[in-house]
T-cell receptor, first 113, second 112 residues
Framework: NAGVTQTPKFQVLKTGQSMTLQCAQD?????MYWYRQDPGMGLRLIYY???????DKGEVPNGYNVSRLNKREFSLRLESAAPSQTSVYFC????????????FGQGTRLTVV | DQQVKQNSPSLSVQEGRISILNCDYT??????FLWYKKYPAEGPTFLIS?????DKNEDGRFTVFLNKSAKHLSLHIVPSQPGDSAVYFC???????????FGGGTRLMVKP
């Protein structure tokens, strides 16, 4: 069972470079999310997508863009990376039933130098 | 301002004893509360949840208590095992069911 798959697992970028983090889920979930985890801050929501073709801003969207390519895939793009975006990024998906848990990928550790 | 807070960044407990992890929230509109467990280099995994209409939910060694008037929930692990050593995140779900707000996490260390 693949669940939620993120690529890459690790990435080092120079300030100003761009990159796209990929996420795919095979559980037929409508809702998908991107979080970042920073020490002492928990996980903070960057963007989410309630269904294919829709995206909404979360708590910390600045400096990021997203694409919900199809039901399976939800990508996160950094157009011009900054050191403040050094973090661990998690993708998650969730069934539609209210109160059910979200399933997380293994994370992408991004360092911007 | 953090809407979900875990005020203890770490907790150390002896194997076999009870672990109690605490979480406070400020938004009375939260409808559902969840606990996630996270090991290093892995994504968070769901542990246990509780609806806002209940005050207790139990699953094996894990029990979550909710005190709505105090806007406080706690996770009890009895008995604690070394394999429980991980970071535990409290999370609250809004009533639309589409946004999880996480606390900062508590690192639990269970000593053999």
């Amino acid at each position: 069972n693949a669940g939620v798959t993120q690529t890459p697992k690790f990435q080092v970028l120079k300030t100003g470079q761009s990159m796209t983090l990929q996420c795919a889920q095979d559980m037929n979930h409508n809702s998908m999310y991107w979080y970042r985890q920073d020490p002492g801050m928990g996980l903070r929501l960057i963007y989410y997508s309630a269904s294919e073709g829709t995206t909404d801003k979360g708590e910390v969207p600045n400096g990021y863009n997203v694409s919900r390519l199809n039901k399976r895939e939800f990508s996160l793009r950094l157009e011009s990376a900054a050191p403040s975006q050094t973090s661990v990024y998690f993708c998650a998906s969730q069934p539609d039933r209210v109160g059910t848990e979200a399933f997380f990928g293994q994370g992408t550790r991004l360092t911007v130098v | 301002d953090q809407q979900v807070k875990q005020n203890s960044p770490s907790l150390s407990v002896q194997e076999g004893r009870i672990s109690i992890l605490n979480c406070d929230y400020t938004n009375s509109m939260f409808d559902y509360f969840l606990w996630y467990k996270k090991y290093p280099a892995e994504g968070p995994t769901f542990l246990i949840s509780i609806s806002s209409i209940k005050d207790k939910n139990e699953d094996g060694r894990f029990t979550v208590f909710l005190n709505k008037s105090a806007k406080h929930l706690s996770l009890h692990i009895v008995p604690s095992q070394p394999g429980d050593s991980a970071v535990y995140f409290c999370a609250a779900l809004n009533n639309a069911g589409n946004m999880l707000t996480f606390g900062g996490g508590t690192r639990l260390m269970v000593k053999p």
